[in-house]
């Protein structure tokens, strides 16, 4: 009997293996039919009457005879997870397709009809039913062309047309927030003007992704572009770059047909245009046309190169979560209070008026729904998140994917706001300010970001990747030297530095850093084309212990001076051992400061009671790396920049603190700590010397 029904069987299952890929995409024009309109996207709230370019709802509905689903992104600034809610609600009615196998997002263009309120605009009350109406048409029509398909994916560098917007403002240099506290170490476009910033607050995702969906033959019918950069800004009623791209694909890949071009928007909260590390005279002014072609023009000659899957695996996940909101205490509620008293009935018409009124909404909410989704098309993952998500978020979901090509879609089924990391909260500015626009818990990103990571996990049926960078030359070279301890400092997040000797070793970050922005020579630091990382020390430091610290040793490591000079003969410490106040010891380091010119010098202490302060002759210039090595052989130290000596001292040095603790940053007791970036810090047990110095990659 059984071998009876085997053929049977195999009848059975074998359609089931070898479904067939079908697809579909549509257009659907959303402009408002009453003008004028409601736009949000700014403070406050304003009219516009004037159509520009046309707004659109773009539509893909894939399936592989299993599973079905539907992508829609709307050129709206932000849309909130009732309104989609009710607009899936009804689609499922009609298509059938589940309302957790839809993703509806906004391009958030902020030249748009406002279909959610926030800060001082509340929702167009004429324009939001319309829009519900207009997201099922799309998602209807969509399936309505479902045709067999065929799959493929491709990426390309497109670093020159997004930039960091978040920069670290000096500690000198804080502003008030608009509850009249200073809070703002961070916030947006400081370093528009140089004197005023340390540095960027986080990394840029350079990635230009497409994903193209073909006919069988290979007529074009869709391409969902996927992009980090948070709008270029135009005039009137506009979808901004994202409808310009969009119609710009079809018309370079299929101007006589229907082929749907889509830009979807990439993790960009902390994200825009201009390079503000391009003195300002040098940076580009491109017209909004401009912009679009030049990205276009990449975008195309990655599309070239694109080898099609024809039976790639559907699967969709969802996970819904509750998350609190940073709601007011008694005396910032009874503040805002006071103030909506005066304002009544009407909008807000101040930024302290909408920040007013946005403590009073969110003490009444307490708390809200959220919504995260994964989706997989083949070896495609689309993770998302409902809010404004920093590019170091969608990069750990990249990182973290078990897929081989993913990209993070923002502002996906609902609108909550900035998220960004926990430790950028301490430094304010506008994405922390609690508001509908920043409001979720602190550690809301960690908990979305997790989510999002488990969904993958969840329809690839696969564990996530353990992340690592791989190694290039230079780092082969500090590995064959044999360090007791080299830090990377590659991670993610703290608190732990990871030691890559295999020692175990591990330090410690403290207090406020900025993870993952770029080290110094990827290409040797880095193979198959990674990016070496780094962290921003915002008047932090990283801790580390070496038990049966010796008397001979060595350390290297690369560093990015964040600081103006300012006049001080030290006005920051790179490194610190010691001291040891029992013995009377003070310690070695090695700071920047100089009181002449507006770049700093090495300034190297050292010594018992007998304070001995050496200043180096190298101006060191802000913002370029450079490599440090300190060699202590006995009673000497000698410091070389850049593989040449700058700085040597002999005489009355301590012959060899006992004190087996290391400081990166700052000093012991945590005075006159050094802002900027580190890396590649390795200590050896010995004194090297210049030629093991230049075969770490110096020279």
């Known amino acids: ?77 932000m849309m909130s997870r009732e309104v989609l809610d009710e607009a899936k609600k009804m689609a499922a009615a009609k298509t ?82 608009p509850f009249g506290n200073k809070t703002v170490r961070a916030n947006m476009h400081a370093g528009a003007k140089w004197d005023d910033a340390v540095g960027e607050a986080g990394p840029e995702d350079p990635d230009l992704s497409l994903i193209s969906i073909q006919t069988k033959d290979g007529k074009p019918l869709a391409v969902l572009a996927n992009f980090s950069m948070h709008y270029f800004g135009d005039k009137d009623l506009s979808a901004d770059y994202f409808g310009l791209f969009s119609e710009g694909l079809k018309q370079r890949i299929d101007p006589q047909g229907k082929m749907v071009g889509i830009m979807s928007h990439g993790c960009s909260g902390d994200i825009y245009r201009v390079d503000y590390t391009v003195p300002a005279e040098q940076r580009p002014k491109p017209t909004i046309d ?38 007011p205490d008694k005396q910032r509620l009874e503040w805002a209070q006071r103030v909506m008293t005066e304002v009544g009935d009407r909008l ?50 990249k990182a973290a994917s078990p897929l081989p090509h993913n990209i993070v879609i923002e502002l996906a089924n609902g609108g909550d706001g900035y998220i960004p990391p926990p430790e950028m909260h301490a430094w304010g500015g506008y994405n922390t300010w609690a508001a509908r626009s920043a409001g979720l818990e602190v550690n809301a990103e960690p908990k979305i970001t997790a989510a999002a990571i488990e969904m993958i996990e969840k329809i690839t049926h696969t564990q996530r990747r353990a992340w690592k960078l791989s190694d290039g030359e230079a780092a082969k070279a500090v590995m064959a030297l044999k360090p ?9 997040t703290g608190p732990l530095a990871a030691d ?32 070496n990382r780094a962290p921003h020390l915002v008047g932090a ?127 012991s007791d945590n005075d006159s700590n050094w802002e900027g970036r580190l890396d590649e810090i390795a200590v050896f047990d010995r004194d090297l010397n210049e030629d093991e110095i230049t075969r770490m990659g110096v020279k």
């Not at 007013?356 to 098309?377: D, F, G, K, S, Y």
């Not at 007791?484 to 993610?492: H, M, P, Q, S, T």
């Not at 130290?637 to 850049?642: E, G, P, S, T």
């Open 290 to 327: 401009e912009y679009t072609n030049g990205l276009l023009d990449i975008a195309m000659k990655a599309y070239a190169g694109i080898k099609y899957d024809d039976e790639p695996v559907v699967a969709m996940a969802e996970k819904r979560m509750t998350l609190k909101y940073r709601t």
């Open 348 to 397: 807000p018409k101040t930024p302290t008026e909408v920040y007013a009124r946005e403590q009073i909404i969110l003490n009444e909410r307490q708390q809200t729904e959220i919504v995260v989704q994964a989706l997989r098309l083949g070896d495609i993952g689309i993770a998302t998140t409902p809010n404004e998500t920093y590019a170091i978020t969608g990069l750990k979901i």
């Open 541 to 667: 430091r990283i801790r580390s212990r070496l038990a049966n610290s010796p008397a001979n040793y060595s350390v290297s490591l690369w560093f990015w001076n964040g600081m103006p000079n300012d006049g001080r003969d030290v006005s920051g410490w790179l490194f610190s051992r010691g001291p040891d106040r029992s013995l009377g010891l003070h310690g070695e380091h090695i700071g920047i400061g100089g009181k002449s010119g507006n770049t700093g010098r090495l300034i190297f202490f050292h010594g018992t009671d007998d304070t001995k302060l050496v200043a180096g002759k190298t101006e060191i210039p802000r913002w370029q790396w450079q490599h440090l090595v300190l060699v202590r052989a006995r009673n000497t130290l000698r410091v070389y920049l850049n593989g040449t000596l700058e700085l040597q001292a002999g005489g009355n040095t301590a012959p060899g603190l006992p004190a087996g603790e290391f400081f990166f940053g700052g000093r």
């Open 1 to 77: 009997m059984i071998h009876r029904f085997f053929p049977f069987v195999v009848l059975l299952t074998a359609p089931s293996l070898h479904a067939e890929f079908k697809a579909g995409a549509a257009v659907v024009d959303i402009s408002p039919p009453k003008l004028p309109v409601l736009v949000n996207g700014g403070m406050l709230s304003r009219y516009v009457e004037k159509i520009n370019t046309r707004v659109n709802a773009r539509a893909i509905v894939a399936t592989d005879g299993k599973e079905q689903v539907a992508i829609v992104v709307a050129d709206s600034c």
């Open 96 to 177: 059938g397709i589940a309302t957790d196998h839809m993703l509806i997002s906004a391009t958030h263009a902020h030249s748009v009809p406002s279909s959610m309120g926030c800060l001082g605009t509340d929702a167009d009350p004429n324009y939001v039913p319309f829009l519900k109406e207009k997201l099922v048409e799309a998602i209807a029509a969509a399936q309505a062309e479902l045709k067999p398909a065929r799959l493929g994916f491709a990426k390309a560098n497109a670093a020159e047309f997004t930039a960091l917007r978040q920069w670290i403002r000096r500690p000198d240099r804080i502003v008030e927030d």
């Open 484 to 492: 007791v301890a080299y830090w990377r400092l590659n991670e993610f």
């Open 500 to 531: 890559a000797s295999g020692h175990g070793r591990d330090a410690v970050y403290e207090r406020d850093v900025a993870y993952y922005l770029e080290g110094p020579r990827s290409a040797d630091f880095c193979a198959n084309g990674n990016v």
